[in-house]
């Protein structure tokens, strides 16, 4: 079935029910960012495979609007479907809610799915269209059109993720949660995002794609837990964990009937969690809405998970090194695509120890499928990679003591002046970055020049975020903290882990990113107060056949030999052979 025949169905479907617009998010009960195969949506109506954006539907018009990351990859995937593209984020592109009132008449209807629209995005929506008594309803209208629809029975197992790498717990997670709630004043808490769910619990499961999370929800209260959940997935252990923590179990299909028990209590619940959870609620007055209180709890690594961190940066940097020196060795000398470049680095995660999976879909860009910023290469029409031009390598890996992200430009031949000073530009970003020191109070948007500030004296940047959070074995992507241009009020704080990843693209021609994870810890405190600094966890070298050296600072310059010089400390007692000479190259002093 084409995206116009989704289309005509989807309107035929509007049209039997007045509606006037239909809004498909891409989420799922949980509001998730990477989707079960079943929750994804917007991807099958408009053909767009990005992990963000989000399809409006009139009677005339179909519009998706995407940020940055996707401005090269969109166009390509809706090509021919009549979809009409918005860089959420460019001047001149209309907010989606401005578009929906100029489309409307008033007195319209526009029409969501419920359970996968944030409360947030509900009420502002609600708000935003009052004024032209334009009504918001919810209507799961693709559940009838998408019939070719799977919903996983696959009995994926929920299992223990120790309190020996966990660093504290359940028990102890609760009690921390339920003092928050007294704090607040709150005598039900509702979490429904799924790393929060898997975090708070010690638990662990596979029902979405590289998150090492399950389908699940908590009703929280000052003496009772329980976790709604597909009790076949429950491993032994893991039934005795909750059992000993004083975990109730329930099925998952039961969570919104529990709900209209709920009565005469003051609920705390995020507002990013799904607009059918506050319809279910019968007592609406005594809603707080606020963050989950295990989400920072989650963000600030205890120095178990820390540890956990640094030995898989080790035991994934082992892994880099190999598949580095594979792909520079081999390339223009073997047949190879993209996508077995990124199966060749999959299978050599997989001889690391507790290695689970990947973190995400690796990136590999080749040429000037590089500057398709969250590029995923097809096994079917993969690009060929030979000896000549640059590749950008972004993957991660999920053990069992951590989670890995990582990202590497290489030059795989010849390569223009251009290019080596762009990638020396981005690298003087990435460095500057890794060695700032802040006060205490500092916010990510603070810090987001520090990276830019080398491409931006060139008129220069990129369209994406500088930094965003990392899980201990969970999801790649995690809140509350970010670096970025965009305003977060969460201040950086001790234990939290996030990407150091300045960019920039040129499209058709080439994408460079240089990225490292980095912890926040303590630096010293002065007259001036308590100040903070990032700890490099990353182990695995540059390329410096991508590198103008001209152009570094000797600053920069004794950044990346102490690097360097630290890989080499760290990387070099497991290589052996051709890999260990290459490496101890790659590692000289400049």
Request: hydrophobic share 40%; net charge negative.
């Amino acid at each position: 079935m084409t995206t116009d025949n989704k289309l005509s169905l989807l309107r035929q479907a509007m049209a039997k029910e007045n509606i006037d617009c239909f809004i498909v998010f891409s989420a799922d009960p949980h509001m998730s960012e990477y989707l079960p195969a079943e929750w994804q949506e917007r991807a099958w109506l408009s053909g767009f495979t990005g992990s963000a954006g989000f399809v409006v539907v009139t009677e005339d018009e179909a519009a998706l609007w995407t940020d940055g990351r996707y401005f090269v990859q969109a166009p390509a995937e809706l090509e021919g479907s009549g979809i009409k593209l918005m860089k959420d984020g460019v001047e001149g592109t209309p907010h989606y809610m401005d578009w929906i009132i100029s489309a409307l008449p008033e007195g319209g209807t526009v029409a969501v799915n419920a359970l996968a629209t944030s409360n947030t995005s509900w009420t502002a929506l609600e708000q935003k269209l009052a004024p032209k008594n334009i009504k918001v309803i919810d209507r799961p209208l693709l559940k009838e059109i998408w019939t070719a629809r799977v919903t996983d029975q696959t009995k994926n197992p929920v299992f223990v993720h120790p309190v020996e790498r966990a660093g504290r717990s359940v028990s102890q997670k609760l009690q921390d949660i339920r003092q928050k709630m007294r704090e607040m004043d709150a005598s039900v808490h509702i979490i429904s995002s799924l790393d929060d769910v898997a975090w708070t619990l010690n638990l662990r499961g596979s029902d979405v794609e590289a998150n090492p999370v399950f389908l699940g929800y908590i009703v929280l209260t000052k003496n009772d837990a329980v976790l709604f959940v597909d009790t076949e997935k429950l491993q032994p252990e893991a039934v005795k964990q909750l059992e000993e923590a004083g975990v109730e179990i329930k099925a998952y299909d039961s969570f919104f009937a529990y709900l209209k028990e709920i009565n005469d209590h003051k609920i705390l619940i995020s507002a990013n969690s799904n607009q059918s959870i506050f319809e279910a609620l019968q007592a609406q007055n005594n809603i707080i809405k606020a963050p989950v209180p295990g989400n920072l709890m989650k963000a600030q690594k205890n120095e178990t998970e820390l540890e956990g961190f640094r030995t898989v940066m080790q035991r994934d940097g082992v892994t880099m090194v190999k598949f580095l020196y594979w792909l520079t060795q081999n390339a223009g000398k073997e047949p190879m695509t993209e996508y077995s470049i990124g199966r060749k680095l999959l299978e050599l995660r997989k001889e690391g120890k507790n290695f689970v999976g990947e973190s995400f879909g690796s990136i590999v860009g080749y040429g000037g499928n590089g500057a398709i910023v969250h590029y995923s290469a097809k096994e079917q029409g993969s690009k060929e990679v030979t000896d000549n031009g640059s590749i950008l390598v972004d993957s991660g890996g999920q053990y069992l003591e951590g989670t890995t992200d990582i990202t590497r430009t290489l030059a795989l031949g010849a390569v223009t002046d251009e290019f080596r000073r762009d990638c020396t530009l981005v690298l003087k970003g990435m460095i500057q970055l890794s060695m700032v020191k802040f006060p205490r109070g500092t916010r990510g948007v603070q810090l987001d020049a520090f990276a830019r500030m080398a491409l931006w004296k060139e008129g220069k940047d990129y369209a994406h975020g500088t930094g965003h959070g990392v899980g201990s074995f969970m999801n790649v992507h995690e809140g509350p903290q970010n670096i970025r241009k965009d305003m977060n009020d969460q201040e950086l704080l001790p234990g939290m882990v996030v990407s150091n990843e300045p960019g920039f693209y040129l499209e058709n021609e080439y994408g460079i990113r240089h990225e490292n994870l980095v912890a926040v810890r303590e630096w010293k405190k002065t007259d001036s107060g308590v100040f903070y600094e990032f700890e490099t966890l990353t182990v695995c070298p540059f390329d410096r056949k991508v590198l103008d050296l001209d152009l570094l600072t000797p600053q920069e310059k004794e950044w990346l030999n102490n690097y360097h010089s630290w890989c080499r400390e760290k990387l070099e007692k497991d290589l052996e052979g051709g890999v260990r000479e290459w490496f101890l190259e790659q590692v000289k002093p400049l």
